[in-house]
């Protein structure tokens, strides 16, 4: 019986030596991840930081929210554009507190309020957890969009939609992408949150119905200058 009861204890202090070990691991990834978020994360912008960071992204931004939600940095170049929706009328400052929370694990580059105002959380450079597609969304720019109509077509103002044109025509001359594509399916390069899960309708049918004349209209401006 001795052999038993040694092996037994053998036995459990490996299983405990492997918990330990994996914690340790999970830990120290988790303190790497936490030091490689660039310092000013989670804190109020000073003036030059804020001009910084502007100058890096879209002049288009009037109000900055940066969370930690996003991987640091992207792994992918930038090639695609993702519409998506708010699902709601909220302030730029709204959608900021909620990207924020760390339980809520969700965070886009850019949005647009219903009065085209638009704000930054997620640096271009870092790729934002928004299209439930860690492939699409290290290669794309997300985009969350205010609604003025809450169900139905999901409607978003004239004001919204204008400043998605001019938000999207900024990051395909930065990023250099020629043209933009709408395929209907994530084949193209404007894509859009329902191609990649089946647990939504993201961006709505109003958006969704208005991606190809996005595509154009953002093409024939590129093309014009």
Not at 118 to 130: D, F
Not at 139 to 168: F, K, P, R
Request: net charge negative; charged share 25%; aromatic share 10%.
């Amino acid at each position: 019986m001795i052999p038993f009861k040694k092996n037994r204890f053998l036995s459990i202090w490996l299983l405990l030596f492997g918990f330990c070990a994996a914690a340790g691991t999970v830990l120290f990834f988790c303190y790497q991840a936490r030091i490689s978020l660039p310092d000013y994360i989670g804190r109020e912008l000073t003036n030059q930081e804020r001009e910084h960071i502007i100058s890096q992204n879209s002049p288009y931004i009037q109000y900055i929210d940066l969370t930690a939600n996003a991987d640091f940095p992207r792994n992918r170049g930038i090639t695609k554009i993702t519409v998506h929706h708010m699902a709601g009328d909220l302030s730029l400052k709204d959608l900021g507190e909620s990207f924020s929370r760390a339980d809520r694990k969700a965070s886009a580059n850019y949005a647009i309020d219903s009065n085209g105002q638009v704000a930054l959380y997620v640096e271009e450079r870092n790729r934002a957890w928004t299209s439930s597609s860690r492939e699409n969304d290290h290669q794309a720019v997300t985009i969350e969009v205010a609604n003025d109509e809450m169900g139905g077509e999901w409607h978003v103002s004239d004001n919204a939609y204008a400043m998605l044109v001019e938000l999207c025509v900024d990051i395909c001359k930065r990023n250099h992408i020629r043209e933009l594509r709408f395929t209907g399916d994530e084949t193209g390069n404007l894509t859009i949150h329902k191609m990649f899960s089946n647990q939504t309708e993201c961006p709505g049918p109003y958006l969704e119905s208005r991606m190809a004349e996005l595509a154009d209209t953002v093409n024939n401006r590129l093309n014009s200058q």
